[in-house]
């Protein structure tokens, strides 16, 4: 399982249309993952709805910080790697360093994942 890591936040004001741009940005990663091979995974796929369960109705209110890292945190303990995007992300960021310290693989591109297959 790699877990694609990069903006999703960052930059949107948390405008609703902006930060659904950067999923599905996020998303576009996931195919290349998955034909390589290996399971994609993404944070907010597994955050967003914990955080509607919450009682959160945006990524702004505060009982996110409660999920939307510690979402990610957790999923690194199944991941096998990570996919970094470009982009300036703290919480991308903050995923690179969780991985590299628990000694998982991170990827700045597609091509670099074992078993990539060009389109």
């Known amino acids: 399982m790699i877990l694609i890591a990069g903006p999703f936040r960052s930059g949107t004001g948390d405008d609703p249309e902006l930060l659904a741009r950067n999923l599905a940005r996020l998303e576009e990663a996931a195919w290349p993952i998955f034909r390589s091979g290996h399971v994609p995974m993404i944070g907010e796929w597994v955050a967003l709805p914990v955080l509607r369960g919450a009682g959160g109705k945006t990524v702004a209110d505060p009982v996110a910080k409660e999920v939307m890292y510690p979402t990610a945190d957790r999923l690194l303990h199944h991941c096998d790697a990570v996919l970094r995007l470009p982009g300036e992300s703290t919480g991308a960021d903050q995923d690179v ?11 700045h591109r597609a091509e670099d994942i074992p078993g990539y297959q060009a389109a």
């Open 97 to 107: 360093a969780i991985a590299l310290s628990r000694g998982l693989d991170v990827y």
